[in-house]
T-cell receptor, first 110, second 114 residues
């Protein structure tokens, strides 16, 4: 069964704007990860945030985690056309057992 | 190998035929996952192998689907009597044992049932 649910399903912005994607989940987690997928092929890991962390940064990416609300957000600042992709959150149910949401399709227009 | 390797990349098969999809994980990775992704959709969990433990098969959609992992390395996903609704990308991933490890994906096998 799926665990995370991303919101919105699709997001279209202009280059230079910020993009915010949200993820909600249902059960307790050990950590939450965000992945990116181009063209329906393999996913690439972006960032991991542990259950005892609230915020994490990596380059233009900023991830927050609110365990009380069972939600996370991914912010991409100063977006570029190359950021166009689908973004998925994944939660670790048990030891290494990762479940993914349906993803947010981001389009960045040049 | 350097990454997770899947074969075939693309497979077109006739309805009712059996197919086998292969996954070669990163050397040393004890955890192996199979996911299915239909066009424009999210990842549907199929099965999870972790070391010598019994696999978590809770995501397999029907008894036409099965998977095995021999010697703790290569895995094969088998779909018997394929149906058109089985058409999708089948993604394999692997990770090191332990919590909080990144999982690494292969490029997927695109299955089309005609």
């Amino acid at each position: 069964s799926q665990q995370g649910e991303e919101d919105p399903q699709a997001l279209s912005i202009q280059e230079g704007e910020n993009a915010t994607m949200n993820c909600s989940y249902k059960t307790s987690i050990n950590n939450l990860q965000w992945y990116r997928q181009n063209s329906g092929r393999g996913l690439v890991h972006l960032i991991l945030i542990r259950s005892n962390e609230r915020e994490k940064h990596s380059g233009r990416l900023r991830v927050t985690l609110d365990t009380s609300k069972k939600s996370s957000s991914l912010l991409i600042t100063a977006s570029r056309a190359a950021d166009t992709a689908s973004y998925f959150c994944a939660t670790e149910k048990n030891n290494n057992d990762m479940r993914f949401g349906a993803g947010t399709r981001l389009t960045v227009k040049p | 190998g350097a990454g997770v390797s899947q074969s075939p990349s693309n497979k077109v098969t006739e309805k009712g035929k059996d197919v086998e999809l292969r996954c070669d994980p990163i050397s040393g990775h004890t955890a192996l996952y199979w996911y299915r992704q239909s066009l424009g959709q999210g990842l549907e969990f199929l099965i999870y192998f972790q070391g010598n433990s019994a696999p978590d098969k809770s995501g397999l959609p029907s008894d036409r689907f099965s998977a095995e992992r021999t010697g703790g390395s290569v895995s094969t996903l088998t779909i018997q009597r394929t149906q058109q609704e089985d058409s999708a990308v089948y993604l394999c991933a692997s990770s090191l044992h332990g919590r909080g490890n990144t999982i690494y994906f292969g490029e997927g096998s695109w299955l089309t049932v005609v």
